[in-house]
């Protein structure tokens, strides 16, 4: 299921990026961070915390990591800082 | 007020003989320039494990684990003990040849160990590389983190009727007393001296040299390593004399961090962070675990070994004094083997044997010429 | 592992970055590194590659035409010796080699802890507009912006420019001091209009002063496993009286932070948590500046022209670095006002109940702390601090809840690959 997701100020139909959320396909506008790219998707959890809480983005600017998912097999990326790319397969805790 | 016994560093050592002294019904006082464990032990890995270096290694170190073993059924989560082993690993037929070795000396002295061939090695830990000989897989091996490990120690003693006095540096020690930087004065039947990495600072007696490490732990990775991991190429590196060494050595903390180590220099007394030496420590560290690449390395720190010139601690009672004693010099294995250390103190304070042999300890040795 | 040689070196793309940058490049030959993907920094964060600010449009566009090069998506995190920094970027370990270095590094929001601030749900001020910033819809969503600063009201007409519901801004400080901030605004006919606008845009929007968080919440019943439990209400105290409100998000933070890291592992003397810089913005190493925030939180205009001085004086246009003196007066006398307006009240402090979380990456609570006089103790038998964030959220909260001085500063000042290391 492809779902789109468009910002309220998307200049241009054509720029839109393909990725995997928890193996959900999502469509984001270029230049969104994998961070939103997640929250569109409907996931609040990005990781669970040492004691088992759920965890979401803070800071929004690299610095808290609480924002940390698994990007393409390697665990423990920033996604707030990252701009979501074609075919990206992003995995949050469960 | 006299004490019993002044012990100079709260470190594990100075802890360890704290807890052991009051059991024995012995007044003590622990003293340390800084916090708990603020020393040589902040920067240790926390592994326990039993050597074959040597009769005298073993033997302290097998009677140090039996001891971790029996504190398992006191000791708080909080100290994070896991018995999660010790896998030797071989990356050659030669290096076989030495895991074979190694299983007959501890099967001979009662320790039961498997030998991995390549296969089951990969299965043992599937992020290891291929191509490796085999190992030795030793499970009685385990982990602490030292750190609360000896805050327990020290409550321990603590509620056994000893006082703590942190933060207050020891300028001398002498028979009968110590001497702090305040000018103040504790006397004490005894004197312990577990200073590690700064014990020859007051006992100059001691040939205990800063042996600098460094090590770099990780964020957290579940599964991806469950045994701690040393190259056979280890006890060289441990053994080797002046020129900087590396060896492979990679533990799995119970919170799933990844701790890898290791390194060795002398020379070197700054606690600066040596980037040339970090990165032969990764390289090496990719030829055995090629995964750990990707892996997220949070922090970086350096420690100081106390290093004696053969390899042993010192412990025993110091040439020139009658009631000073050293617990010092443990070089990589003080987390082992303080609480062996702890046990051969309270003996030689008592006057009584001690279940090891203590005379290869004692400070009144002579060393090989080197 | 790859390595430039650059005449200057400047770490931060952002407003005083920037505007190094092109100050220096009037002599020397200038390298921008920053660890976005984008220029801009966190006050002109560029929204989805393009950022909206006509005043951080015309500096990239001046950047663009003159020879500086700049490297995004470049993090520093250690430093091979004195004139060398260690960079982690997507192709690996960058080596930067400087001759001059210009520390850029900004500033980040300060956290304080209160029960429930780790529900998703719960951002930062600046953080939530740096999401949206990123691409995230919040038209439509409820949101209480809190804390305290200025950046409340920037953030607030922000979010409310992208069609969000802000139901309340609830600032800490009281209203005579925000007054008296105000009056002294005249001195500065940019902020009062500034301020007038931020003003009418927010007409609606009730702002709360002497007012707080105590505690943000998920009142929802337990629903079925794998439904995230996130925040749903907030409750606020203001003279003593406590209101529970509804809302989707929650804005918060509580003004700003130097980021002085970098300075720091570079040897720089830091005093009272700033770096400390001559008339010329130089540190106490001859080759390093530093401008903008990590000299001392200051705004947009003191960035600015601090990043000029920098960029002058570093290249040896000591005169012209000198003629902008009195304009750094002006807006240092801004920056002073600032942060003794919005000054954080002892109330803040019993804010955090024995369970709440403090150090979020160790979730290690409050009661857990209190025992330790200093921050290496603490740190030893707890963890606090020692998580992927270095002490970065927790340390200016431990320092403000029990006064324990900030831990110290070692390579990596980021986690990075081992394979970068």
Excluded at chain 2, 84 to 100: K, P, R
Excluded at chain 3, 26 to 42: H, R, Y
Excluded at chain 3, 241 to 254: E, M, V, W
Excluded at chain 3, 258 to 281: F, H, R, S, W
Aim: some cysteine; proline content about 4%; overall charge negative.
């Amino acid at each position: 299921m492809c779902r789109i997701y468009r910002h309220e100020d998307s200049p241009n139909i054509d720029n839109v990026i393909a990725l995997k959320i928890n193996n959900n396909s999502i469509s984001v506008d270029d230049g969104t961070t994998v961070a939103v790219a997640i929250l569109a998707a409907g996931v609040s959890q990005f990781r669970h915390s040492v004691s088992g809480e759920s965890r979401g983005p803070l800071c929004g600017m690299g610095v808290c990591f609480e924002c940390r998912v698994t990007i393409d097999r390697v665990a423990h990326q920033r996604s707030c800082s990252i701009i979501a790319q074609d075919g990206m397969e992003v995995v949050t805790d469960e | 007020m006299m004490f019993d016994v002044a012990i100079v560093g709260a470190g594990i050592v100075g802890a360890a003989c704290a807890a052991a002294l009051t059991r024995e019904g012995l007044s003590v006082v622990i003293v340390d320039k800084g916090g708990i464990a603020n020393g040589t032990t902040a920067a240790g890995m926390g592994h326990i494990v039993v050597m074959d270096d040597s009769e005298a290694q073993f033997a302290l170190t097998h009677y140090s684990q039996r001891l971790w073993n029996e504190l398992t059924a006191e000791m708080s989560a909080s100290c994070e003990f896991e018995n999660c082993g010790t896998i030797w690993v071989a990356a050659d037929e030669e290096e076989m040849n030495e895991v074979h070795r190694k299983h007959d000396f501890y099967e001979e002295r009662g320790i039961a160990t498997e030998i991995l061939d390549e296969r089951s090695l990969r299965e043992a830990e599937p992020n290891l590389a291929e191509g490796l000989a085999g190992g030795l897989l030793v499970e009685s091996d385990s982990v602490v983190y030292q750190l609360t490990a000896t805050r327990f120690l020290i409550d321990k003693a603590i509620s056994g009727g000893a006082k703590l006095k942190t933060g207050n540096r020891v300028i001398e020690i002498r028979d009968g007393e110590v001497l702090l930087e305040n000018g103040e004065k504790i006397f004490a039947a005894n004197v312990v001296n577990a200073g590690g990495a700064q014990a020859a600072d007051l006992s100059p007696q001691l040939n205990i040299k800063k042996r600098k490490g460094h090590l770099v732990i990780t964020d957290r990775y579940p599964n991806f390593v469950s045994h701690q991991l040393i190259e056979l190429g280890y006890l060289k590196s441990a053994h080797g004399n002046d020129a900087d060494s590396v060896a492979f050595n990679v533990q799995p903390r119970i919170t799933r961090q990844i701790l890898l180590g290791s390194s060795r220099q002398f020379g070197s007394e700054t606690s600066g962070i040596d980037n040339n030496i970090v990165r032969r420590m990764t390289s090496r560290a990719f030829e055995y675990m090629p995964r750990l690449r990707d892996i997220s390395a949070v922090r970086i720190w350096t420690g100081f070994r106390p290093a004696t010139p053969d390899n042993l601690p010192y412990i025993g009672n110091i040439p020139g004094y009658e009631n000073v004693y050293a617990a010092a010099g443990h070089e990589g294995l003080g987390i082992t083997t303080s609480l062996g250390t702890a046990e051969l103190i309270t003996d030689a304070i008592l006057g009584r044997n001690s279940a090891i042999p203590n005379v290869p300890y004692l400070p009144t040795r002579r060393f090989a010429e080197h | 592992m790859s390595k430039l040689t650059i005449e200057v070196l400047i770490v931060g793309g952002g407003a005083a970055g920037m505007s190094a940058a092109l100050a220096a490049s009037q002599n020397a030959s200038v390298t921008i590194v920053d660890d976005n993907p984008f220029l801009g920094g966190q006050i002109w964060r560029a929204e989805l590659g393009n950022t909206k600010s006509p005043e951080a449009q015309k500096l990239i566009a001046a950047i663009a035409s003159k020879q500086i090069k700049i490297i995004n998506n470049a993090q520093v995190f250690g430093l091979n010796n004195a004139n060398s920094l260690l960079t982690e970027t997507t192709d690996g370990q960058l080596e930067l080699k400087f001759e001059k270095l210009i520390i850029a590094t900004g500033a980040r929001e300060l956290f304080l802890p209160f029960p429930g601030w780790t529900l998703p749900g719960v951002f930062g001020a600046g953080g939530l507009q740096a999401l949206a910033k990123g691409g995230m819809s919040v038209k439509g969503k409820r949101i209480v912006v809190a804390g305290t600063g200025p950046l409340l009201l920037a953030v607030a007409d922000y979010l409310k420019s992208k069609e969000a519901i802000v139901i309340a801004i609830v600032e800490q400080t009281s209203s005579a001091k925000i007054n008296r901030f105000a009056l002294g605004l005249w001195r500065s006919p940019s902020k009062i209009r500034q301020a007038i606008a931020l003003r009418s845009g927010l007409r609606d929007v009730p702002y709360l002063t002497d007012s707080w968080i105590t505690s943000a919440q998920c009142r929802s019943p337990r629903e079925s496993k794998g439904v995230t439990r996130k925040l749903d209400s907030i409750t606020v105290i203001k003279k003593g009286i406590t209101k529970t409100i509804d809302c989707d998000y929650l804005a918060c933070g509580f003004h700003l932070i130097p980021n002085t890291e970098l300075a720091e592992m570079l040897g720089c003397k830091i005093e009272n948590g700033t770096v400390t810089v001559d008339d010329y913005q130089q540190t106490s190493i001859d080759n390093i500046f530093c401008a903008g925030e990590p000299t001392g939180i200051a705004g947009l205009e003191s960035s600015l022209i601090e990043g000029k001085i920098a960029g002058l004086a570093a290249t040896g246009q000591l005169d012209a670095s000198r003629a902008l003196f009195g304009q750094r007066d002006n807006a240092a006398y801004f920056g002073d006002k600032l942060n003794k307006t919005f000054a954080l009240r002892d109330e803040l402090r019993k804010l955090a109940d024995a369970e709440t979380i403090v150090c979020r990456c160790e979730d290690v609570s409050f009661q857990r702390l209190e025992e330790f006089n200093d921050f290496r103790d603490a740190k030893l038998q707890t963890r606090c601090g020692m998580g992927p964030c270095q002490g970065r959220i927790c340390g200016a909260a431990a320092q403000f809840l029990f006064g324990w001085e900030p831990p110290n500063v070692r390579p990596p000042i980021f986690p990075v690959k081992m394979e970068n290391l």
